[in-house]
Structure formats: structure tokens, C-alpha cells
């Protein structure tokens, strides 16, 4: 209803109504209760004003029914706020099982997207419509924002981590993808396009693009090219842990802890293994810091997602081990 009012983005997911309903309630309450207030203190300003030099003001001495009221009032305006905050809130937080996967990584200055069909993006995101989406997003560099005003979605790309949110656009049309985040010399120009498109016309976008194969073939290729076969092998008689059907699924650690194996936890055993060493191994995994890229990451994460093998688990025997092939040893803590 806005989008002829320039200041006011437009509205392209589900989501981005439910925010725009809440801030109008709350901009509705504040607005009400402003000239409430302002009104009342004209109005009592001339009502009680001095009529004579000598005139004293009569003492009051309080009431409990306007007290009650006026704590009660403002008590369940602010709960109505919380409760539809909060469950605003919650909707934005959780993706829906069926969310397609995009991967982001910001580097000063350009966002750049994978999908998980392989295609590969620059400041552009090609979409369908009524597809819920979910980013898992990483910096190269420093801190960068995704922004996408039409979805009313904002989150942080934070270096060292991944961050993620997800949205569904219900509507075709091109829109904004600005950087929120004050990033360097050219910030002003990480901004790109988020495309949605009907289902049909992505189908054709998607069979134009790459021929370099799905994510995961990249990710197998790259975790043959760093060698990391040779200890993740598939029959559990490496020196780490068997990867398949571990994602999604929780893992005992050597500290007798649980994780649940996520892109995170991914992430950070390629890049600080003896962070958190699978219960029944040795801290041996050497740090692949500075030699893989957030890209590669990404792409070693979607191929051991897609290692879905059923029956298969992570505590298979450590077993016997492998002499080692590669020279670099890593450090032991
Ligand atoms: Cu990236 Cu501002």
C-alpha cells in the first residue's frame, strides 16, 4: 500500500508485511499516546492555570482506581508488543525445513553467491518466487550487512563465522541488496540485485548457468585437492573421523561434551581442528587456515552434507593408522 510513497521499501515476502504490521502498531501507539499527552498538558495548562495572586493549590492526595489504571494500561500495551515482537521474531529466526540453501560471502567490496546447483553469482541473486531461501553467510574480510529492504531481512556478515537468515519473496521483481554495514573506501557500492523470478523462468536461468557441476562435486574436488581423503576415508580406517551421514547429527566429544555437526562446527574443525576433536581421536587434523577460502569452505560443507549415506556414523573404529601421506603435521596439543 506504500510503494507509491517513496521513502517507504516495498514489501516482498510474508515476513516483510508482518514487520511492516508491527511497526505500524507500534508507530499507531506512540503517535496515539504523543498527542494523548501533549493534548492533556495544554488542556490542564489552562484548566489549572493561577486565576488570582493569592489562589493556593488544593492538595491531592492520590488514587488508587487511576494509579491501577495507568500501570495496567501501559502493561498490556507493552505485552501486546512483546508477544508479537517475539513471535515476529521467531518466524525470522527459524528457516523452514525446505529453504534452498544460498551461501554468501561478502569481500570488500562485492557480495558473492553460490548456489547449490553450482551457479555462481556476483552482486546478483537469481531466485523463485514462493521459494523460501536460506543464506549461510561469511566474510572474507570485515564485517559487511546483507540487506534486502524489500524482505525486510538485515544480517550481519561477521568474519571468523557464519551467520545466517532466510526469507520467502511472494512477489516477481528486482530488488535492492544493499551492504548495512560501514565497510571500507567503497561500501557505498557493495550493493547488487536480488532477481525473483517465476518458477519457470528460473528453471531456464538455472540450465543457462555454470557447467562447473553442483556445489558438492566442487566440495568433493577440493577435499580430494587438500587430501583430506586420505584420513576422512569411507571405510572408518582413517586417522579422523567418517564423514558421511554425519551432518545435521550430533557427535560425542573427547571432553564428553555433544555438538550437533552444522556449518559452524564444520567450519571450524577445518580451520582449528584441535578445537573440538571427535571422542576416540587424535588432535593429529593439521589447520587449513589460509589455505582454503570462505568459497571453498562452503563447498566443502555442502559435499559433506551431501554425504548422506544411510546406516552411516561417525564412531565407526577409529582403527588402525594410516601412515601419514601428507608432510604437513599438525600441531599437537
Ligand atoms: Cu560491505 Cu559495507
Not at 510513497?5 to 516482498?12: I, S
Not at 527459524?94 to 560471502?105: K, S, T
Not at 564444520?266 to 593439521?286: D, F, W
Amino acid at each position: 500500500m506504500f510503494s507509491s510513497f517513496p521513502l517507504f521499501p516495498e514489501a516482498a515476502s510474508k515476513v516483510a508485511r508482518q514487520v511492516d504490521h508491527l511497526y505500524f502498531f507500534l508507530i499507531a501507539v506512540t503517535v496515539f499516546f504523543s498527542l494523548l499527552i501533549g493534548c492533556l498538558v495544554i488542556f490542564f495548562a489552562i484548566k489549572y492555570r493561577r486565576r488570582s495572586e493569592v489562589e493556593l493549590p488544593e492538595p491531592i492526595t492520590g488514587s488508587i482506581k487511576l494509579e491501577t489504571l495507568w500501570t495496567a494500561v501501559p502493561l498490556v500495551l507493552v505485552m501486546v508488543m512483546f508477544v508479537w515482537g517475539a513471535s515476529v521474531y521467531f518466524t525470522i529466526s527459524r528457516p523452514p525445513d525446505d529453504a534452498m540453501q544460498i551461501y554468501v560471502v561478502g569481500k570488500q567490496w562485492m557480495w558473492k553467491l553460490q548456489h547449490p546447483g553450482g551457479q555462481r553469482e556476483i552482486n546478483e541473486l537469481h531466485l523463485a518466487l514462493n521459494r523460501a531461501v536460506k543464506l549461510t553467510m561469511a566474510s572474507e574480510d570485515v564485517i559487511h550487512s546483507f540487506y534486502v529492504p524489500a524482505f525486510r531481512v538485515k544480517a550481519d556478515v561477521v568474519p571468523g563465522r557464519y551467520t545466517s537468515t532466510w526469507f520467502k519473496p511472494d512477489k516477481v521483481g528486482t530488488y535492492h541488496l544493499f551492504c548495512a554495514e560501514y565497510c571500507g573506501t567503497k561500501h557505498s557500492g557493495m550493493i547488487g540485485q536480488v532477481i525473483v523470478m517465476e518458477p519457470a523462468q528460473y528453471q531456464i536461468w538455472l540450465s543457462g548457468g555454470s557447467s562447473e557441476g553442483p556445489l558438492s562435486a566442487r566440495g568433493e574436488k577440493l577435499f580430494q585437492s587438500l587430501a583430506c581423503n586420505t584420513c576422512h576415508r569411507a571405510d572408518g580406517k582413517g586417522r579422523g573421523p567418517v564423514l558421511a551421514g554425519i551432518f545435521g547429527k550430533p557427535v560425542s566429544l573427547q571432553t564428553g561434551q555433544k555438538v550437533i555437526v552444522d556449518e559452524a562446527y564444520i567450519r571450524e574443525s577445518i580451520l582449528n581442528p584441535t578445537a573440538k576433536v571427535v571422542e576416540g581421536y587424535q588432535p593429529v587434523m593439521p589447520t587449513f587456515q589460509g589455505l582454503i577460502s570462505e568459497e571453498g569452505l562452503m563447498q566443502i560443507i555442502a559435499y559433506i552434507q551431501s554425504l548422506g549415506l544411510p546406516g552411516a556414523t561417525i564412531n565407526a573404529q577409529p582403527g588402525d593408522s594410516q601412515p601419514v601421506t601428507s608432510e604437513r603435521q599438525g600441531p599437537r596439543k
